[in-house]
């Protein structure tokens, strides 16, 4: 099969890590007999250098026209003191909204071979955990009104969460339909207690479970989640939540898998195609210093050819390579810390990986 990807390496560590990532896919390919081809666009800090613009037209109408598309990551200190709609990461909200893209799936494990990086005592961990976070990704206080005007107490600065029904049903589908193909279990997260926007989004979790008698559904409270997440987290199947409890939760969930450097996302809309992206960010500490893991957006290539290409073979073959390469005992720098392990580098993992294919 043949398939056309945008290539959006961004910024910091993501040029590092989307062309190591380019490198497993050309393996793939070659190995299982299909055709990747891949056409960059600029977005962020590098699309704002050589365009002016963090997101130019022409990265928006050739991620339309590709099949998928691969995301490094975006935004560094260089572009820190832009106002707000011209920032790096304004890009990303346009790209994730241009592309309809309001589902974000982000998975977290915890890789047998990575219990001793794991933050948490181990007889938390004992039985390991494997949740998937189905974050909506266009709507909510990310999207919604925001400006500065003269309150009470002199110039004061909003942003508003809101959700429409429509926007919580469609969501709340995909959880249903996801915990339907694991564990059948659903822990809808919200603020109830508080916010109408919750309120809504509980009510209308509650309607769309009805249509899912074998799934469980329960609500938490985002700051009850935030603790059980530490405390128990083999309690968690999928959850599903807003914008923004779901960008705070899935790295909090991240870290209690060793590291964020290991967590992929895939994110959907109605059509095939999907934006494929490392939870983490630019890390502009390490960038261009060969130093950067590339495991989340190797895992996130993963991802695309799963859920965009129907590539279930090809898309274990990466994560067993993966698997392996940790169950061998090599580390990246942000896993070895102080273990003694010699970290290899970006390129020795590549590399690795690859042999491993
Ligand atoms: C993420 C990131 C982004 C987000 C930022 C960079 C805009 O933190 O993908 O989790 O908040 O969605
Ligand atoms: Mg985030």
Redo the contacts with the bound molecule.
């Keep these: 099969m043949e398939f056309n990807i945008a290539l959006l390496r961004g910024d910091g560590i993501g040029p590092e890590i989307v062309d190591s990532a380019v490198e497993v896919l050309k393996k793939t390919a070659e190995k299982f007999g299909h055709k990747f081809n891949f056409t960059p666009y600029l977005i962020g800090g590098a699309a704002i250098d050589a365009t002016g613009k963090p997101l130019p037209e022409e990265t928006v109408e050739g991620c339309l026209a590709s099949d998928s598309v691969l995301l490094g990551?975006?935004?560094g200190p260089k572009w820190d003191n832009l106002p707000g709609d011209q920032r790096p990461?304004k890009a990303?909200?346009g790209i994730?909204s241009a592309l309809g893209l309001f589902t974000?799936l982000r998975p977290a494990r915890l890789y047998k071979a990575l219990k001793d990086s794991c933050p948490l005592r181990p007889d938390i961990v004992a039985n390991g955990f494997d949740l998937m976070m189905v974050r909506e990704?266009t709507g909510g206080i990310?999207f919604g009104e925001r400006g500065r005007r003269q309150g009470k107490y002199g110039e004061e600065a909003y942003d508003t969460e809101c959700y429409s029904k429509m926007e919580i049903e469609r969501i709340a589908k995909v959880a249903f339909e996801t915990a339907r193909k694991r564990n059948k279990n659903v822990i809808s997260i919200d603020k109830a207690n508080v916010l109408e926007s919750s309120r809504l989004w509980r009510a209308t979790i509650h309607e769309i479970a009805k249509d899912y008698p074998d799934v469980t559904c329960t609500d938490m409270l985002v700051d009850n989640a935030a603790m059980q997440l530490v405390k128990n987290p083999a309690q968690f199947d999928v959850v599903v939540t807003s914008?923004?409890f779901?960008?705070i939760l899935?790295?909090e969930s991240s870290q209690i898998t060793g590291s964020i450097g290991m967590l992929p996302?895939a994110s959907l809309g109605s059509a095939k195609r999907g934006m494929y992206?490392p939870?983490h960010?630019s890390a502009p500490d390490i960038a261009g210093q060969n130093k950067a893991n590339p495991i989340a957006t190797i895992l996130s290539a993963s991802m695309m050819l799963r859920y965009s290409f129907d590539l279930e073979k090809e898309a274990d073959a990466i994560d067993a390579a993966v698997d392996k390469f940790l169950e061998l005992g090599y580390r990246t720098a942000d896993l070895a810390g102080n273990t003694g392990v010699t970290p290899l580098t970006t390129t020795e993992v590549t590399e690795k990986i690859l042999e491993l294919l």
Excluded: H, T
Aim: charged share 25%; net charge negative; no cysteine.
């Design positions: 990551a975006v935004g990461e990303l909200l994730r974000n990704l990310y914008n923004m779901g960008d899935s790295d996302s992206e939870i960010g």
